[in-house]
Antibody
Framework: QVQLVESGGGVVQPGKSLRLSCAAS????????MHWVRQAPGKGLEWVAI????????NYVDSVKGRFTISRDNSKDTLYLQMDSLRVEDTAVYYC???????????WGQGTLVAVSS | QSALTQPRSVSGSPGQSVTISCTGT?????????VSWYQQHPGKAPKLMIY???KRPSGVPDRFSGSKSGSTASLTISGLQAEDEADYYC??????????FGTGTKVAVL
């Protein structure tokens, strides 16, 4: 079945880096745009980044521009999020999600927690 | 891009109907028919309930329905059931590879 599995979360100090991965299975990964969405503790969903199916287009929410980099390896069916210069306010559960033909997010991974704390 | 505006909470008794509004602008909801709704139970990942304003994915009960008028989208849950108690988020495409979620609504089943 269609599945997304995130990994790479953890506790990190402010200013440090972390790389998240999202392993896809059950569908043709190279045919779909992919997203990262985050949710701070007790807060709502926030869209973070998008990468087009072929990697030719990337975009980010303003608060992470210049610090986060989304990428993908279609030969490995894997999505990545490189997070540099992390801030306390980046603390959240990070979800990866597949983009459908009407820009809907489906499915979602189970999420991976990133905690930025000194 | 500002978050779409949703009521903080709505409630209803089993069997009743509730409607959640989602207010945006002409740059997002008003400009595209790319509105979707997500259900999230505590500690779980969001689940797609409605896409393209009013379409239901396979497996989603038909008591969930969506609509849009101008820059406001709505999700209606008819025949409310205990398992519908959850947080609900709207979403809209906002142009040029930009995406925005709503503030979220907690649905309580009394």
């Amino acid at each position: 079945q269609v599945q997304l599995v995130e990994s790479g979360g953890g506790v990190v100090q402010p200013g440090k880096s972390l790389r998240l991965s999202c392993a896809a299975s059950g569908f043709t990964f190279s045919s779909h745009g992919m997203h990262w969405v985050r949710q701070a503790p007790g807060k709502g969903l926030e869209w973070v980044a998008i990468i087009r199916y072929d990697g030719s287009v990337k975009n980010y929410v303003d608060s992470v521009k210049g610090r986060f980099t989304i990428s993908r390896d279609n030969s490995k069916d894997t999505l990545y999020l490189q997070m540099d210069s992390l801030r306390v306010e980046d603390t959240a559960v990070y979800y990866c999600a597949r983009e459908g033909p009407q820009t809907e997010f489906d499915p979602w991974g189970q999420g991976t927690l990133v905690a930025v704390s000194s | 891009q500002s978050a779409l505006t949703q009521p903080r909470s709505v409630s209803g008794s089993p069997g009743q109907s509730v409607t959640i509004s989602c207010t945006g602008t002409s740059s997002d909801i008003g400009g595209y028919n790319y509105v979707s709704w997500y259900q999230q139970h505590p500690g779980k990942a969001p689940k797609l309930m409605i896409y393209a304003v009013s379409k239901r994915p396979s497996g989603v009960p038909d008591r969930f329905s969506g609509s849009k008028s101008g820059s406001t989208a709505s999700l209606t849950i008819s025949g409310l059931q205990a398992e519908d108690e959850a947080d609900y988020y709207c979403y809209s495409y906002a142009g040029t590879y930009t995406y925005v979620f709503g503030t979220g609504t907690k649905v309580a089943v009394l």
